[in-house]
């Protein structure tokens, strides 16, 4: 079985810094295939960054340039810097693990506001 444990979300002013952190546990092999999405009121959940099956990243083009994805295989730790935080990012994020079939954190509220 495979459990995903995010943390690190908040309350955070506009132009602020948060770094959201993703351990892993059970049948994890790689952070490869591990990615951060979120989902805001009334929308649909939506990509916000991940590490592709060949150690790349992949970001929205929303979170460019601001956000960082990295990952830690011996800890089994994925994590996403947030920086120039604006209202618009404001959601639960999830972490996200995608191998034979998508498993799911139980998600992280990011705040963004003044």
Known sequence: Q?????????LVQPGGSLKLSCA???RVF?????GWYRQA?????ELVARI???????????????????GDNAKKMVYLQ??????????VYYCNYLFLQDYWGQ????????
């Open 82 to 91: 947030m920086n120039d935080l604006e209202p618009e990012d404001t959601a």
């Open 52 to 70: 592709t099956t060949n150690g790349n990243a992949d970001y929205a083009n929303s979170v460019k340039g601001r956000f960082t994805i990295s």
């Open 107 to 114: 998600g992280t509220q990011v705040t963004v506001s003044s």
């Open 30 to 34: 790689s952070v490869n295939n591990m």
């Open 41 to 45: 009121p009334g929308k649909q959940r």
């Open 2 to 10: 495979v459990r995903l444990v995010e943390s690190g979300g908040g």
């Open 24 to 26: 892993a546990s059970g």
